[in-house]
């Protein structure tokens, strides 16, 4: 079993920038891929990025060249650095991991943290 807790959320001014930060229970160097999935109000959850142990990535393209993941296997962590926010980044962010490779389908994340809250004012 893997717990996941998200921290780092807030409130921000468009164009400012916020570091997610998701700390997990056990060893994350034998999950393939670790990611950030969020949610805004009456959307579906969607990908924001994943990395695999390998070091690829995936973005989603509305934030392609604004956010960066990075993960940390010495400390069990994983980041997601978020540059030049907008009021549409506004969602419930969330960490999942899986076994397997790296994929958009949330489905396939057999780990989830409980969501931390990403404010972006105009």
């Known amino acids: 079993q893997v717990e996941l807790v998200e921290s780092g959320g807030g409130f921000v001014q468009a164009g400012g920038s916020l570091r997610l930060s998701c700390a997990a229970s056990t060893r994350i160097f034998g999950l393939i891929t670790m990611a950030w999935f969020r949610q805004a109000p009456g959307k579906q959850r969607e990908l924001v990025a994943f990395r695999t142990s390998d070091g690829s990535t995936n973005y989603a393209d509305s934030v392609k060249g604004r956010f960066t993941i990075a993960r940390d296997n010495a400390n069990n962590a994983v980041y997601l650095q978020m540059n030049s926010l907008k009021p549409e980044d506004t969602a419930v962010y969330y960490c999942?991991?899986?076994?397997?490779?790296?994929?958009?389908?949330?489905?396939?994340?057999?780990?989830w943290g409980q969501g931390t809250q990403v404010t972006v004012s105009s």
């Open positions: 999942a991991a899986r076994s397997g490779y790296g994929t958009v389908v949330q489905g396939s994340y057999a780990w």
